[in-house]
């Protein structure tokens, strides 16, 4: 099993910055994608952002210029660099890993707990 938790999530005003994280613990494994979703009360989960082992990135585009996601594959960490925040950001993200376990050599689709971003105006 591999473990993710998600951190750098509060409440800033409008147009402010945060920082996501997320790091991936657990038995040995390879990470193949990491990305971000969100959702907020009442609506659908939706992707913010992915990476992919081989550096490809992909951007929901209410995101695009505004959000920039980057890994640390060593640390099996992935970020989130927030800026120029808007109140439709508000919700809930969840970090999301996508790989193999090493001892097992089984698919992994692994989700963080969730971390509150909240976004005032």
């Known amino acids: 099993q591999v473990q993710l938790v998600e951190s750098g999530g509060g409440l800033v005003q409008s147009g402010g910055s945060l920082r996501l994280s997320c790091a991936a613990s657990?038995?040995?494994?390879?990470?193949?994608?990491m990305g971000w979703y969100r959702q907020a009360p009442g609506k659908q989960r939706e992707s913010v952002a992915s990476?992919?082992?081989?550096?490809?990135?992909n951007y929901a585009d209410s995101v695009k210029g505004r959000f920039t996601i980057s890994r640390d594959n060593a640390k099996n960490t992935v970020y989130l660099q927030m800026s120029s925040l808007k109140p439709e950001d508000t919700a809930v993200y969840f970090c999301?890993?996508?790989?193999?376990?090493?001892?097992?050599?089984?698919?992994?689709?692994?989700w963080g707990q969730g971390t509150q971003v909240t976004v005032s105006s």
């Open positions: 990476i992919t082992s081989g550096g490809s990135t």
């Open positions: 999301n890993a996508q790989g193999v376990a090493h001892m097992t050599s089984k698919l992994f689709d692994s």
């Open positions: 657990g038995s040995r494994f390879s990470i193949n994608a």
